[in-house]
C-alpha cells in the first residue's frame, strides 16, 4: 500500500514519486523524503529551521515546504568543481530568500522510512497509508 502526505485533509503528494529536484549536496529528491533546511550567510550556519518534506500536491509543481516562494538556483559540479549545466556530474539545489541569505538543504530521512502517522515540518504533514480514496 503506498504512503500519502497530507496537511490535515489536504493531500500533499504521494510518498516515493521522483522529482527534478536536489537537495545541497546532489542528492535526488523524491516526494516524501525528509530534509532539514538551514541557511547559512559567508557559508557559515546561521540558524536550522527543522525537517520539512518534499510534497507534490495536485496541481502544483513539487516543493519543499516552507520553501515554496524561494527560488531554486541549481548548481552543477563536475569532479568536484563547479560547471556549466552541459557538462556535470551533480546537481545541487540552493533557494535565494530574498533576505540576503540562502536556505542549504540536507537529505535526512528517504520516503522508504517514513511511517504511518509520522508528522513533520511547517505544515503539519502527517505520512498516511493509502487513505486518499477515503479522503477525496
Not at 540558524?47 to 495536485?58: K, T
Not at 538556483?73 to 556530474?89: A, I, K, Q, R
Not at 530568500?97 to 522510512?113: A, H
Not at 502517522?117 to 505520512?127: K, L, P, Q, R
Request: glycine share 12%; net charge negative.
Amino acid at each position: 500500500m503506498k504512503k500519502e502526505l497530507y496537511s490535515g485533509n489536504c493531500f500533499m503528494g504521494t510518498c516515493g514519486e521522483p522529482t527534478d529536484l536536489f537537495d545541497s549536496f546532489g542528492k535526488q529528491l523524491s516526494i516524501g523524503d525528509l530534509v532539514v533546511i538551514y541557511n547559512v550567510e559567508h557559508n557559515r550556519e546561521i540558524s536550522a529551521e527543522g525537517l520539512e518534506y518534499i510534497v507534490h500536491p495536485d496541481g502544483e509543481e513539487p516543493f519543499i515546504m516552507g520553501l515554496k516562494n524561494c527560488k531554486k538556483e541549481t548548481h552543477y559540479c563536475h569532479d568536484g568543481e563547479e560547471s556549466s549545466e552541459g557538462l556535470y556530474d551533480r546537481k545541487e539545489d540552493t533557494y535565494d530568500s530574498g533576505r540576503g541569505f540562502m536556505w542549504i538543504v540536507r537529505k535526512v530521512k528517504g520516503y522508504e522510512k517514513t511511517v504511518d502517522g509520522e508528522i513533520w515540518g511547517s505544515g503539519n504533514v502527517t505520512v498516511r497509508s493509502g487513505r486518499r480514496a477515503a479522503h477525496p
